[in-house]
């Protein structure tokens, strides 16, 4: 089958791709490249750069190839961003995801895994946070990701489109060849690895007054292979229906949980300093992947904290530049 992968260059989609790959997958990554790397597209994937914005271009990827199914994962991402500038954020993220949808709607291609956000349930009503849960999202970047989901519906109803939409909070880990670098660098556990490596001074912990075991937030952490082998699962039940899963390890490891284990992974101390909480942190944001667990047989290979950290450590001492090097 061959799938197109939108993002593919980036942190997720390329090791989406890589598994792709490995289970049998021909794919084609569409990317413009303005926050991925051409190093991170895996050599037997086809690499389109184009912008989704463009639909001329879609369209004749959906014209030459003969593509089956759809992985979006390309989408602004940073929540902070999106509170800076909402309107852009959902323009652009709603936006090009209707291109791509039309664009799949006119070659007829009928299958669709979204990369969600558990960002669409807000601050939560229960832990672990389930799928029927009330959606109230915390940010712009939150709220196009849910338009998303909702547009999905009616493309189902008018179209017959399969999707699934995959929620999950923080992806983290590398696989052998592969592994993060955004720039700016927002996430945990790569800004502590930095500061490892010499390249940061400090790691700023935001509020430590929260509800929690030790007053640092609590959140989920899912290895990026576990994610990638997570959206083929969804992919190959799509026959059986469109679907809403949840990912996470159901656990959660507190903010100061994660600097001491990122410690005892990189024998360095990591300074860390507390700094004033971040508006709209919720304390606790653990998801339940139960549903996925059930109906599909999704198991976390890694859902180790230190696995997850190693895994990181291991590309970052070997890319220490990430990709820019
Ligand atoms: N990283 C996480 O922890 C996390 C958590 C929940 C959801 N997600 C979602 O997963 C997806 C992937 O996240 P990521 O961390 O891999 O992001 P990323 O920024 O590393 O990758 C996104 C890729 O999409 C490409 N892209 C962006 N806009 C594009 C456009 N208009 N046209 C063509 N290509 C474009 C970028 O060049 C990049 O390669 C995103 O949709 C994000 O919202 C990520």
Redesign the pocket.
């Known amino acids: 089958m061959m799938m197109l992968v939108?993002?593919?260059?980036?942190?997720?989609?390329?090791v989406a791709t890589e598994e792709l790959i490995k289970a049998g997958y021909d794919v084609v990554v569409?990317?413009?490249?303005?926050?991925?790397?051409r190093q991170?597209v895996h050599p037997q994937a086809v690499l389109v750069e184009?912008?989704?914005?463009?639909r001329g271009a879609l369209n004749s990827v959906f014209a030459k190839h003969d593509i089956q199914a759809v992985m979006?994962?390309?989408?602004?991402?940073?929540v902070s961003f999106s509170m800076h500038d909402p309107l852009l954020f959902i323009r652009?993220?709603v936006g090009?995801a209707i291109n791509l949808l039309e664009a799949m709607a006119a070659h007829d291609v009928k299958r669709f895994i979204?990369?969600?956000?558990?960002?669409v349930y807000g601050d939560p009503e229960r832990i672990p946070i389930r799928e029927e849960d009330g959606l109230a999202p915390g940010s712009p970047?939150g709220e196009s990701?849910l338009m998303i989901e909702r547009i999905l519906h009616w493309c189902e109803v008018r179209y017959g489109l399969r999707y699934a939409s995959?929620?999950?909070?923080?992806?983290?880990g590398a696989s052998e060849a592969y592994g993060?670098?955004?720039d700016p660098e927002t996430?945990l556990i790569p800004l502590l690895l930095k500061v490892a490596l010499g390249q940061r001074e400090h790691l700023d912990i935001y509020g430590s007054d929260y509800p929690t075991r030790d007053g640092t937030c609590v959140r989920d952490y899912?290895h990026?292979i576990d994610l990638a082998q997570a959206h083929i699962l969804a992919l190959e039940a799509l026959d059986e229906g469109s679907r809403i899963y949840n990912l996470g390890n159901g656990e959660g490891f507190t903010v100061q949980e994660v600097v001491t284990t990122a410690r005892e992974v990189t024998g360095h101390p990591i300074p860390a300093r507390i700094a004033p909480r971040r508006s709209g942190d919720p304390a606790t944001l653990v998801a339940s992947s139960e549903k996925i667990r059930r109906e599909l047989g999704w198991e976390a290979r890694s859902p180790d904290l230190r696995e997850i950290i190693e895994s990181a450590w291991r590309w970052q001492q070997a890319h220490p530049e990430g990709y820019a090097e």
Do not use: C, M
Not at 30 to 37: A, I, R, S, V
């Open positions: 939108t993002g593919g260059a980036g942190y997720i989609g390329s569409y990317d413009n490249l303005t926050q991925g790397h991170a184009a912008h989704l914005a463009d979006h994962f390309a989408a602004h991402s940073v652009e993220n090009h979204l990369s969600s956000t558990a960002n970047y990701k995959l929620r999950y909070f923080n992806a983290a993060e670098h955004h996430h899912i990026l």
